[in-house]
């Protein structure tokens, strides 16, 4: 199983930026990124398909998340820019055993049983 290790997050006020890390201990299909804000359901905003590098997000956020990968360091990279407080919550990257579909997770409110999940980070937009 990999395991996934994410680093980042912290406190900007709105429109700045932040960059979260998730470094993978293996090979994998594809990375997503969710995002859990308090009391509300854990939802995926991004991902990236490592077979032809094609990234998907959430609408709520096209435009201004970008995901980039480092394949050296099995590192995938959550770049959130023009940051809003809606924005807010708990950031997990996650990964499954099997491929899967990664516009699907981002265009659905899941459960996706994944088999990895990184610890979380806390994002926190100030208005």
């Known amino acids: 199983q990999v395991q996934l290790v994410e680093t980042g997050g912290g406190l900007v006020q709105a429109g700045g930026s932040l960059t979260l890390s998730c470094a993978a201990s293996?090979?994998?299909?594809?990375i997503a990124w969710f995002r859990q804000a308090p009391g509300k359901e854990r939802i995926a905003v991004s991902c990236?398909?490592?077979?032809?590098?094609?990234?998907f997000h959430r609408d709520s956020v096209k435009g201004r998340f970008t995901i980039s990968r480092e394949d050296a360091k099995k590192t995938v990279y959550l770049h959130m820019n023009s940051l809003k407080p809606e924005d807010t919550g708990v950031y997990f990257c996650?990964?499954?055993?099997?491929?899967?579909?990664?516009?699907?997770?981002?265009?659905?409110?899941?459960?996706?049983?994944?088999?990895?999940w990184s610890q979380g980070t806390q994002v926190t937009v100030s208005s």
């Open positions: 996650a990964t499954d055993e099997s491929p899967f579909p990664c516009q699907v997770v981002v265009s659905t409110r899941g459960p996706f049983p994944f088999t990895s």
């Open positions: 990236i398909n490592f077979s032809d590098s094609k990234t």
């Open positions: 293996g090979d994998t299909y594809a």
